[in-house]
């Protein structure tokens, strides 16, 4: 980068465009005759360009600076020129040295040339034989191929044969449960009811085990009354068996008397049979059964 010539700078401007120039990369050129820069600003200037690698040329003259500076200056610009000029040369010194180090290998290379020729047709009759065996590798692959895009038609129909399969399995699993959710719904429904029978179940056996309690006092009461009644009847039931035993007495001395009467009776009737034999044949030959009768009745 070059600058033209730039005018009207004084001390200030020159101290702060020395400043400047310290970390600059990029200018090469500057113009900055016939200015006001002073004796401060050139030695700014000088400190500056002491790290300043890239400035080449400076022009100062018509200023206000003593000659030691300027020179000082200058000397800066042609270290930088020389600089430059060994970093430009120095790809080419490079270059030099590689060429002449190439040249002391030449013969080296010759003979690796002609190795590399030997080696080239070694390789060419590898290639060949390779080209022959991927030839046939071709040929083996492509009858392999072959064989498996068979084998991946038949597994593709497998394939298809089981996703049928696993279609109508899930058919049957879907169907299995959705039977299974209606089975569900009619179980809870059917325990709900029987949830509700269970409460009204234990609310009539609350009634009746109170019922039951009731009942078991009412029971208790009444078989008091009826064991206060039994003893009454026990003691009625002694008197009326000494009453019985009285009666079976009596009744047997009847007896006696009824069977004293009846042998007497009998007694007297026989007599009378006898003595009324003739005129009980007549009668029992017109009429054989009245006498019978009348005897049973005269019997009884």
Same mark, same amino acid.
């Given at each position: ?12 401007? %020159?101290?702060?465009? /020395?400043? +400047? =120039?310290? #970390? @600059?990369? &990029? !200018?090469?050129?500057?113009? $900055?005759?016939? *200015? ?5 600003? %050139?030695?700014?200037? /000088?400190? +500056? =360009?002491? #790290? @300043?690698? &890239? !400035?080449?040329?400076?022009? $100062?003259?018509? *200023? ?15 270290? @930088?020129? &020389? ?218």
């Amino acid at each position: 980068m070059c600058a033209g010539c730039v005018c009207g700078v004084g001390g200030c401007a %020159g101290i702060a465009l /020395a400043r +400047a =120039l310290e #970390g @600059n990369r &990029t !200018l090469h050129t500057l113009r $900055l005759h016939d *200015n006001f820069l002073t004796e401060q600003a %050139g030695t700014e200037m /000088a400190q +500056a =360009l002491g #790290g @300043n690698t &890239t !400035l080449t040329v400076i022009d $100062l003259g018509g *200023n206000q600076l003593n000659h030691f500076t300027v020179n000082k200056i200058k000397q800066l610009c042609i270290r @930088n020129r &020389t600089m430059k000029k060994s970093q430009e040369l120095a790809p080419l010194k490079e270059e030099i040295a590689r060429l002449r180090a190439e040249q002391q290998r030449l013969p080296e290379t010759a003979l690796e040339l002609k190795q590399s020729e030997e080696a080239f047709e070694s390789a060419q009759k590898l290639i060949r034989q390779t080209e022959a065996q991927v030839a046939q590798l071709k040929l083996d692959a492509k009858q392999q191929i072959g064989q498996l895009k068979k084998q991946f038609k038949d597994v593709q129909s497998q394939l298809k044969e089981q996703q049928a399969k696993l279609h109508d399995r899930d058919d049957d699993m879907r169907k299995m449960h959705d039977d299974y959710e209606a089975k569900t719904r009619e179980l809870q429904a059917t325990l709900q009811i029987e949830a509700q029978a269970k409460e009204q179940l234990e609310a009539e056996l609350d009634t009746v085990q109170s019922a039951i309690e009731h009942d078991s006092q009412q029971q208790q009461l009444r078989v008091d009354e009826l064991k206060t009644r039994l003893s009454a009847t026990l003691e009625q039931t002694g008197v009326l068996r000494s009453r019985e035993r009285q009666l079976q007495a009596e009744l047997e001395r009847l007896n006696a008397e009824l069977a004293d009467l009846v042998s007497n009776s009998k007694k007297k009737k026989v007599a009378a049979f006898m003595n009324n034999k003739p005129a009980d044949a007549a009668r029992n030959a017109t009429q054989p059964t009245k006498p019978k009768a009348a005897g049973k009745k005269g019997g009884k």
